[in-house]
């Protein structure tokens, strides 16, 4: 499968960007293999980035704009490979649920899944045809990383205790000066646009690497 295919552009107009041109409308076992594979890659940089945090809490931030940046070609190749409703819901429920296992938030993983269901139906607003659709979804998708952060907002006191006890004091304190419930939803929904630019440079690059090679 490639991202251009001759069939599909019999059926779409050559002046509107696709995607993909798949036939098919639901997961495959191949997709899910996919959508497994591409979690896990997801999820290794969201954690290498996320060590970044050790450094500074402004580190901590930068380090999920540093993921957002990468896994931006991880997902936009994703959606060419699994260009289904359900690919993002699963990838986002199985990322979610991996971080609560590891002692993250618990509502976390409804915010996985719960972004990643939107950034489905982003999807299906586009046919899961469109590439505009697709980049957008991505940046959907990435607005559920404010989900770990859900304790600043419900138990503030609790959250930056634990903090406390891994970080020191002198940690927290900058933590809790940056980290308002504001500060975090402007930087969430920022950083979703920030993803929303890199996807689109990612299908651009993608786009040259894989009509190059002919891995899809």
Known sequence: MSLSTPEATSEVPETRETLTQSPRHHLSIKSLIAIGIFSAVYFVILGATSMMGMISPVFHLLGISASTLINAFVIMALQARSPYFGTMTILGTLVSGVI?????????????????????????????????????????????????????????????????????????????????????????????????????????????????????
Do not use: C
């Open 100 to 216: 609560v296992l590891m002692g993250q938030f618990w509502g976390a993983v409804f915010f996985g899944a719960g972004f990643g269901l939107l950034a489905d139906l982003v999807n299906v607003a586009g046919r899961h045809r469109s590439r505009i659709a697709a980049i957008w979804s991505y940046g959907v998708l990435q607005l559920w990383l404010i989900g770990p952060l859900m304790p600043v907002f419900l138990t503030p006191d609790a959250f930056f205790s634990r903090i406390v006890k891994r970080r020191g004091e002198a940690y927290v304190e900058v933590m809790q000066a940056l980290f308002t419930p504001s500060t975090l939803v402007i930087f969430h929904v920022v950083n979703a646009l920030f993803g929303v630019l890199m996807a689109f440079l990612a299908t651009r690059a993608l786009k040259r690497y894989f009509e190059k090679t002919s891995v899809l």
